[in-house]
Structures are given as C-alpha cells and as structure tokens.
C-alpha cells in the first residue's frame, strides 16, 4: 500500500492506518485495580499515536492475564 501525502498530492487524501491499541497486564500486577502496566502502555501508545496523522486508533484490547501466562497444572 502506498501513502501520499496532500502536499504532494492536492486531490489526494492522506491514507489513514486504522490499528487497535493492545495492553496487556503484568502476571506481577494485582487483579484487583487496574494495572499501572496496562496504564503506562496505553499512555505510551497514545504519546506514540498524537502526532501520526495517518495512524487512527479503532479498537482497544486489553489482555488481562488470563491468557499467555496461566498454564495448566502439570501432575
């Protein structure tokens, strides 16, 4: 996919990239408040984001450790 920008290009539209935020909570965290982790990243993400016009924020997932670092009991 190619991007151009208006000024290069006065009938064209800057291409927007449409992305989904993803935090993911520390298994060191306490689940029983929000994680700073998932805070900081989403912060950090949206620092990132703000000054890229052509990045557009659709959709927020966040992991809340119940996947990746629950493994089964072994016996």
């Known amino acids: 996919m190619r991007k151009y920008d208006s000024a290069n290009q006065p009938d064209s539209k800057v291409l927007k990239y449409k992305a989904t935020k993803y935090v993911r909570l ?3 965290d306490d689940k029983e408040k929000e994680s700073d982790s998932i805070i900081n990243q989403s912060r950090l993400i ?7 016009a052509d ?4 959709s927020e997932k966040i ?3 119940y996947s990746g670092i ?5 016996r």
């Open 63 to 65: 992991d809340d450790g």
């Open 46 to 52: 949206d620092d990132f984001v703000k000054d890229k």
């Open 26 to 28: 520390s298994y060191t």
């Open 55 to 58: 990045i557009e924020i659709v």
């Open 70 to 74: 629950i493994l089964a009991e072994v």
